[in-house]
């Protein structure tokens, strides 16, 4: 069968396994924004914790996905489900961008810009929401385009671990030695992620032209 | 005794970093209300460092610092910083703000009403020499130096401070746009009657745009002076500054 | 939106509930058995049930299948009572029939709120199994017979036999197999025909494969009782049934009606005669219309 004769008649099937993988990057991209810019705003009012944390999210980084899966599987609560799982997982991968981003955008606030704001009487909390995030939204939203491509290509591996998405078409396919599943599976993904990162680019560059 | 008609007062003040590298010792140093007060010194003598105590950018170590006959440790340092002008000398515009919003920051912050935020603005463009129309939406990347350093001193005055602090502010202009800036400054004083701490190392700017010169030299205050007793002093520390000053005249009237 | 709602939102993206699709998912693992399981599940539930059907199968294993269900991935799947009860629910191996399906019923209804319903009529349990002609050589009819050879023998084993508790090590600690070497690991499609190749003298099969009739294999007998009850039992989601209650009704309907020699027979359809598993089914459920 022609591929995309398979893929009309997999039609619904092929809408649920990228519908979960949707689901699976989306939730773990809110995570990870939701955790690790107030992380990154934190590390810039906070140097000194610069080499722990940033430390830590590297050797998170360093762990081969599919280790990582099953190093977690094993906890209470997060093991018992895959999805959960997979999740936590992606979200720590995810992480390491988004922290370092917000922190090097922040902190790449020029200095006169920063002296001026707060002589001028702004509060820490003006000064956040005024200023710094403003100026290093370019680069923020450029670290969560990177940690978005990353976590769409991790998350096909979660299917091994019986986390759903499109890995499953892959696995699949690899264990009937059928290249149109595989196929089924891969193509969306890739596509899945340069999407992904050219929409995100579209924003990174209305952000730049807006803050000129 | 504090000084009732000072507009700020240091007292004995000492700033000291990293526990023993002291900038500033036993400053004591009245600035009267509504005078130019030059902060005239060499790189390293503390005049920037005794400057941003007033805002407090900086805490003593020790002494005190009075605005307004209270001492900064006691005013809201958030009410003393919109209280007081700030203009330096990269001048610090938003670059994501257009001229229009970077100016009109303080009244936001200070919750002015729409309209009189607006007047207040065209207003203090116009006494910085930018024409509202031609500049509001203008952005600091389309503005040539001088320009930006103009509208960094239309936003320091904007919420008409009584106190303007000014670090350096023309020392990155050309000759000629520094000139002109010195000179609209000098009608500036006139009209509006501020108090001004004016931080610079150029003998000439000091003597032209101060009431009243005070000379700093390792972290000491070594004087204070008007213009005219500066020139006449024999003092030791003054002494540099006169001779440099004679010898770029020379240059000057040999040129002519 | 405000803090609250955006945090319960939150919350509720946490517990992992994804919005479902309205279709009766039947999963199945990744070999030929489950295979026509899945299709005798799909094609069966498929006339009782007004949605249409969706078919995940080739999941890799027991716990992703498992996963599937509880996370609403799939609505059934056919599991061995054996491995429900050692592998997911972690509980000690036992070889009673009746207390083993009723243990994994009860916990399964329990902890995970899937309903268990009666066997299919088969016991897939593990099958020691030999080439016809060394078994008669030898003279081996059951698994302490083949101890007192076993330091002559090379055993062929699949990962998860391999792995799993109720796997190699208790039959070799039971039996007392000493066998020459380390068992060799591989693909359970390969056993048999590493069998057939001489490349190993016995292998852990299971009990229904077709390949065994085809090629004169013999089954060795679990005299002692090592191996626990293996019987195949469907597995539904509980909302599935509150939401189609007829496929329960279906699925007691179909408990007891497959043979081991219909599983053997299909098993070998597929694997001996390489015909398309939805096929097989298909004409299985023809010439069984006393099913519905």
Known sequence: MALPDFIVAHKREMLTLTGEHLWLVGVSMLLAIAIGVPLGIFLSRRPAWKSLILGANNIMQTIPSLALFGLLLPLPWIGARADRLAILALTLYALLPVVRNTYTGIAGVDAPVREAAIAMGLTQRQLLWQVELPLASNVIVAGIRTATVITVGVATIAAAIGAGGLGEFIFRGLAMVDNNVILAGAIPAALMALSADFVLGLIQRSLVRTHH | MTDSSAAIEFVDVTYRINGNRTLISGLNLSVRRGETLMLLGRSGSGKTTTLKLINRLLAQSAGKVLVDGRSTAVWDV????????????????????????????????????????????????????????????????????????????????????????????????????????????????????????????????????????????????????????????????????????????????SGA | MDRRSFLSALALLLSGCM??????????????????????????????????????????????????????????????????????????????????????????????????????????????????????????????????????????????????????????????????????????????????????????????????????????????????????????????????????????????????????????????????????????????????
């Open chain 2, 78 to 253: 958030i009410r003393l910083r919109r209280h007081i002008g700030y203009a330096i000398q990269e001048a610090g515009l938003f670059p994501h703000y257009n001229v229009q919003n970077n100016v009109a920051l303080v009244p936001r912050l200070e919750r002015w009403e729409a309209a009189r935020i607006a007047a207040r603005v065209r207003e203090v463009l116009q006494l910085v020499g930018l024409p509202y129309d031609e500049f509001a939406d203008r952005y600091p990347d389309q503005l040539s130096g001088g320009q930006r350093q103009r509208v960094g001193l239309a936003r320091a005055l904007a919420a008409d401070p009584q106190i303007l602090l000014m670090d350096e502010p023309f020392g990155a202009l050309d000759p000629i746009t520094r000139g002109e800036i010195q000179h609209e400054f000098m009608q500036l004083k006139k009209t509006l009657q501020k108090t001004v701490v004016f931080v610079t190392h150029d003998v000439a700017e000091a003597l032209m745009l101060g009431d009243r010169i005070a000379l700093m030299d390792s972290g000491k205050l070594k004087g204070v002076f008007l213009p005219a007793e500066f020139l006449r002093s024999t003092d030791d520390s003054v002494l540099p500054y006169i001779s440099a000053f004679r010898a770029s005249q020379q240059i000057l009237n």
């Open chain 3, 19 to 292: 919005p479902k699709s309205s279709a009766l998912a039947v999963g199945s693992k990744n070999f030929t058995e489950q295979l026509v399981l899945g299709e005798l599940l799909a094609q069966y539930l498929g006339r009782f049930t007004p949605l249409p059907v969706d078919k995940r199968f080739y999941l890799a294993g027991s716990y992703i299948c498992h996963q599937a269900l509880l996370a609403g991935r799939i609505d059934t799947y056919v599991e061995y009572t054996g491995t429900a009860l050692v592998a997911i629910l972690k509980e000690k191996p036992a070889s009673d029939h009746a207390a083993v399906f009723n243990t994994v019923k009860d916990l399964y209804s329990r902890r995970f709120g899937l309903e268990v319903f009666p066997s299919l009529g088969f016991d897939n349990t593990f099958a020691m199994v030999m080439r016809g002609s060394d078994a008669r050589g030898l003279r081996l009819k059951t698994l302490s017979d083949a101890a007192a050879v076993s330091s002559h023998l090379r055993l062929g084993v699949g990962y998860e036999f391999l792995e799993r508790p109720d796997g190699y090590k208790g039959l070799a600690s039971k039996y007392g197999l000493k066998f020459a070497e380390a068992p060799r690991v591989m693909d359970l499609g390969l056993l048999y025909r590493a069998l057939q190749n001489n490349q190993v003298d016995i292998v852990a099969g299971s009990n229904t494969d077709g390949l065994i009739a085809a090629l004169d294999l013999v089954v060795l007998e679990d005299d002692q009782h090592y191996f626990p009850p293996y019987d195949a039992v469907p597995i539904v989601r509980r909302a599935t049934i509150d939401r189609q209650p007829e496929i329960a009704a279906a699925l007691k309907r179909l408990g007891g009606r497959i043979s081991a020699n219909d599983m053997r027979r299909m098993n070998y359809a597929v694997d001996g005669e390489k015909k398309d598993a939805a096929a097989v089914v298909k004409d299985f459920l023809a010439r069984n219309t006393s099913l519905f």
